[in-house]
């Protein structure tokens, strides 16, 4: 009994496996609004940048493109595959980042993460596959890591899930309506509308690549990262690259929250490698503008508190995108 | 230890292989020192409390057997001391910050010390089972145990201890003092429903929790965002805590012991008395004959038997937790059921016995049960009031469609608990009073079990977490 059952399902990783496919969708976004800026990031532009105050402010055509749980190697695709691709292409392209996420290839690259990512993925994406690291979901404890080497199945398994929300959804709309819903429930369910105090972006991260690992040393990683790749599209392309590192959200006395206290030493090496690169940096950790009256869930911005940010974060970076000066 | 890591299952493979390979007379005292490892596996200080509440009841039940005339002291030992044991690590903090908020409005500012430590698992479980057998030594239900270790053992058995289901003396002290077998046919069975708990933690209970700490987690959901939500923790406090007694029964049975039962087919109860005969029968019936009979029952005046209920279903409430969520849900709870004894009195019986009558009455109490899950799952006061006030009509368009497809996916990843209740109360039923069944159940039990794993390999969720009455 127990050879069938353990047994048998070993068959299951036979046979191809599936992919999501490439979505058009956001590349006939851009070239319908032809945007002279775009911005590039995860929740923390999401709930950061609102579109119409910024489009006001800057008198710019801007493009928000908030992927919340995206990390650098959704951004480097995002860059590649639908922002390079514009002709003529975006002026400036402005990248919302916290911590060491633009030398740390492999966050958020795993499982529901990974899923997400393909569809900005043109064909194998070896670049991808090389600095991220494996495709496959990182395990959920040694026991799933015995089940993952035994079944390689995770695939499957994550075509499986596709296949009960798409059931889910031919039960209840029509096929013209899917997008309609998904996008709803993403807004219903995004990180505006979290509790205080709930973080729900950071929870799904237990275990997976901290956003501050210890000893992370800028000078040894950045080879390994997707910052030189992305560097040298800007470049091809003639986008000016400009990084905002966001101020995580701050103790009530205004000092430093979730920042290393190695940052500091980050951010210089970080700044001397993108002016050297070309690109800017513009550091709002010590801002002490941002206080913790604007944060919502944890590093998020409270939405009543958007369009305020929106001006604060133009007054800063706009002078630096029109002038490509550095700060 | 729990039960979905890598470290049980080798632990359980090595204890299995030890215990079968062991004269008969040696497994009860293997068996201590494996759910000794078990418990304390991750916080050995767990073990401080409970070999007090071994300790002191073990003597307790001697002393009360050899002087019966001390019964109702010693009994009042045990209670007090293990009830002393919950008081500070369950109620404590609760009892305090309570208490600091009241003389602060009475503008009396206070600074009571708190526990920061964390609640040893499964205490609510072994206390109230130590409890249990005291009192059953106390009135004769059962004799003092004599062997320690075998005492030991019957608060201790590894695949209960930390939720249950709560064992009576009378059941498991008896089994434990018995010679055991195990044959293929109960391998078979115990292999099928370890196979079911698990596909239902890893499958149901993980999945339709991913939509329930979504909801959960918004600041301002809309009605129907709100009650989709509250149906995803309806199927996963289910999923997750039936999942957890399955794999504890399954486990016990390929050591030859059989646990009783903690649930039959809750959400197929028709009232709340019947709730809670299908719900955590194991704790319900504990607190029945523990407490609901000797306060009285309810044979006593209409109004006694009103208090009886109130005082049961709030020590119901907060057996679950110290938060006034859970006092709220004990007192509602009690509220329901007296309604329902009020509304039994009230309709003539030709009425109660309308055909189709009881489906409704199914469906009403489904919709009762959902409304319980909301004040258990929800902490915040301020949320339980906004939702409980929250009106359909406000409700966007786009909630709807987005709560239909939420909703419809809770279904189908629930659609196996259907199943199983069709194979449960029908077809198991049939096919185990034909001739052939002996035949038959070895490839069955062995189809069955392929069919889940399977299951669990290509539907389990993503990220798996503990189970809810962990925490209890």
Known sequence: MAVLVLGLPMLLKFGPTPRRPFDEKPLRLLKKEQPRVVLIGDSMLETRIDQSVLNRLSGERCSVFAQPGSSSALWFLMLKNIVAQQTPPPRTVIILFRSRQLTLPTHRAEGDYRKSMEPYMRGDEPLVEKLAGSSGRKPDGVLDAVVQALYPVDRRREQAQDKVQAWSLDLVASSREYEHIHNHAKVVFGPKHLRVGTAVDEQKEGGATSLDPDGHDFAAEVGKSFLPPMLEIAREKGIQLVFYEVKRRPKPDGSAGEESPTNGAYDVALRAYLEKAGARLFDETREADVIVDFYGSGDHVAPAKMPEYTELFWRKVGPLVETGGAR | ?472
């Open chain 2, 1 to 472: 230890m729990i039960f979905h890591s890598l470290h049980f299952v080798v632990f359980l493979i090595v204890v299995l292989a030890i215990y079968w390979g062991s004269p008969a007379r040696w497994r009860n005292f293997l068996l201590v020192p494996a759910s000794i490892v078990f418990y304390g596996f991750v916080h050995p200080w767990f073990l401080l409390p409970f070999a007090a509440t071994t300790i002191i009841d073990y003597f307790v039940a001697r002393g009360i057997e050899s002087h019966p005339d001390r019964t109702r002291a010693l009994v009042t030992v045990s209670v007090v001391s293990n009830l002393g044991l919950l008081g500070v690590f369950k109620y404590y903090n609760f009892f305090v910050e309570n208490a600091a908020a009241l003389l602060t409005s009475l503008h009396i500012p206070v600074s009571l010390p708190v526990l920061n430590v964390v609640l040893p698992a499964g205490i609510s479980f072994y206390t109230f089972q130590s409890i249990g057998y005291v009192v059953d030594v106390s009135r004769g239900h059962v004799r003092a145990c004599h062997s320690f270790r075998d005492y030991a053992l019957f608060v201790s058995f590894f695949p209960q201890l930390v939720a249950g289901p709560i064992q009576r003396a009378g059941h498991l002290l008896t089994q434990i003092q018995s010679p055991r077998t195990v044959n293929a046919g109960i391998v078979g069975e115990a292999l099928v429903l370890i196979a079911w708990g698990f596909f239902k933690k890893l499958v149901i209970a993980d999945n339709v929790a991913i939509t329930a700490n979504k909801v959960f987690a918004m600041q301002d959901p809309s009605f129907a965002i709100l009650w989709t939500g509250v149906l995803a923790f309806c199927i996963q406090i289910f999923a997750d805590f039936s999942a957890y007694t399955d794999i504890a029964r399954g486990t016990a049975r390929l050591f030859g012991f059989d646990l009783s039962p903690n649930f039959n087919h809750p959400y197929l109860a028709d009232s709340p008395s019947d709730f809670w005969r299908r719900w955590h029968i194991s704790l319900s019936t504990w607190i029945r004959d523990y407490i609901f009979i000797p306060l009285g029952g309810s044979r006593q005046s209409e109004s006694r038997t009103i208090i009886n209920l109130v005082i049961v279903f709030l020590l119901t409430g907060l057996w679950h937790g110290a938060s006034w969520n859970f006092v709220l849900w004990g007192l509602y709870y009690a509220v329901l059921t007296i309604i329902y004894r009020a509304a039994a009195a009230i309709v003539p019986k030709t009425l109660q016995t309308l055909p189709g009558l009881r489906l409704g009455q199914i469906a009403l109490m489904f919709l009762f049960t959902n409304l319980g899950w909301f004040i258990f799952r929800e902490h915040d006061v301020h949320h339980l009031w906004r939702g409980l006030t929250l009106s359909p009509a406000a409700t966007p368009a786009a909630d709807w469609r987005v709560a239909a497809y939420l909703t419809t996916m809770t279904a189908l990843f629930a659609l196996p608990i259907v199943l199983h209740m069709i194979w449960d109360l029908l077809l198991r039923p049939r096919l185990e009073s034909t001739r052939a069944w002996p035949r038959l159940a070895w490839p069955v039990a062995t189809l069955l079990s392929l069919v889940l794993f399977v299951g669990i390999l290509l539907l389990r969720s993503d990220t798996t977490q503990d189970f809810i009455y962990f925490q209890f």
